[in-house]
């Protein structure tokens, strides 16, 4: 079976197909970031309008590359949510219309779902059961994975998502959009005494997350400090920190209570190189394997989508009405892969 994967969730338009016999043969991906910067943010009817005009070329140039032809086509899967809903809506549209000219099965599938699977694309993916932290610009999830489709959310965030938190103390910090990696580069320069932030939640059993108030202490740094580069440097590492720590003391509470052996890291957020480290010596103290996608698809791509589709069409699952989008779609609604009823 080949599918393709269209990922049309937010800004960025991904494109991927996906083989059976050889894995991931193709993907595309063109990234909005230059039309929001100027906004400071992502302004959805600007990133629907973009959509449209990518995704019918981002295809081409994949079957191109894969040296497929349209009609090779066994199974299109898109993002169905949670999501921006008039760029769900132009993946959907754009899909629901290809596998009707091509009469073949379309699928939406969950944009959580297929990051949290984007680990399996690799050579030596992660084995079931395995506990999962999906960290991006819209969600903050721990999630025990004992399989695909069986899924147990332990922990999310209370308010914030921890994207959006890196998001807005880089503008705080008059860094430019998108954020995440600008306060990742800066935080590198900054003094780690100078500031301390709160940990979240740390002190408390439990294993949600709540952001706004470490976002408050940020504000209150920056207000009342020099606003000089040294200062923003040292706002941003203790920042970067407090959300470093707070993830590994929920994870290492996490693998205690599940005592699973390997941990997957996925989201936008997950390329974090400093996020990246200390997770992995808190997996290697408990005995567990850490794994992370390539950070190509740590952000929204077609091949986490088209991967995800495709375990999904090969144990039958297909859609029987029309495009139905789901902008807030709690991930312990989906079940275990396979036809309904």
């Known amino acids: 079976m080949i599918v393709l994967g269209i990922e049309t969730s937010c800004d960025e338009t991904g494109i991927a197909l996906y083989s059976g016999e050889q894995g991931l043969v193709a993907h595309r991906l063109h990234s909005q970031v230059a039309t929001h910067a100027v906004y400071g943010g992502v302004v959805p009817e600007l990133a629907s309008r973009d959509h449209v005009r990518r995704v019918v070329p981002l295809v081409q140039d994949c079957l191109a590359e894969a040296g497929l ?25 754009i899909a629901d219309g290809l596998g009707w000219a091509l009469d073949c099965p379309v699928l939406g599938v969950h944009h959580m779902e297929a990051h949290l699977l984007a680990p399996m694309l690799e050579p030596n993916p992660p084995a079931f059961p395995f506990l999962a932290l999906l960290v991006s610009g819209g969600h903050t ?18 308010d914030d998502a921890a994207g959006e938190a890196f998001d807005k103390t880089a503008k705080l910090l008059g860094l430019p959009y998108p954020g995440g990696p600008q306060l990742e580069a800066l935080a590198r320069d900054g003094d780690p005494d100078r500031f301390r932030f709160p940990r979240p939640m740390t002190d408390r059993p439990g294993l949600d997350f709540s952001f706004s108030g470490l976002k ?10 020099d ?24 994870v290492r509470r996490a693998l205690e209570q599940t005592g699973v052996g390997h941990l997957v890291v996925a989201g936008g957020v997950g390329a974090n190189q400093a996020l990246r480290d200390r997770l992995h010596q808190v997996a290697e103290s408990r005995g567990a394997v850490m794994a ?6 740590c952000t929204d791509n077609g091949a986490m989508i088209a991967y995800a589709g495709y375990r999904r069409l090969l144990a039958g699952e297909r859609e029987t009405g029309p495009v139905d989008i789901r902008p807030r779609w709690p991930m312990d609604e989906l079940r275990v892969p396979g036809p309904a009823g």
């Open 292 to 297: 992370c996608p390539p950070l190509a698809f």
């Open 69 to 93: 032809a349209a009609a090779d086509i066994d199974g299109i899967a898109y993002a169905r949510g949670p999501g921006l809903a008039g760029a769900l809506l132009v993946g959907g549209s």
């Open 141 to 158: 999830l721990l999630v025990e994975v004992a399989d695909i489709g069986r899924y147990r959310v332990l922990g999310e965030s209370l």
């Open 216 to 225: 408050t202490a940020v504000l209150k740094a920056v207000r009342e400090a």
């Open 227 to 250: 606003a000089d580069d040294a200062t923003h440097a040292a706002i941003a590492r203790a920042f970067q920190d407090a959300v470093v720590d707070t993830f590994a003391i929920k």
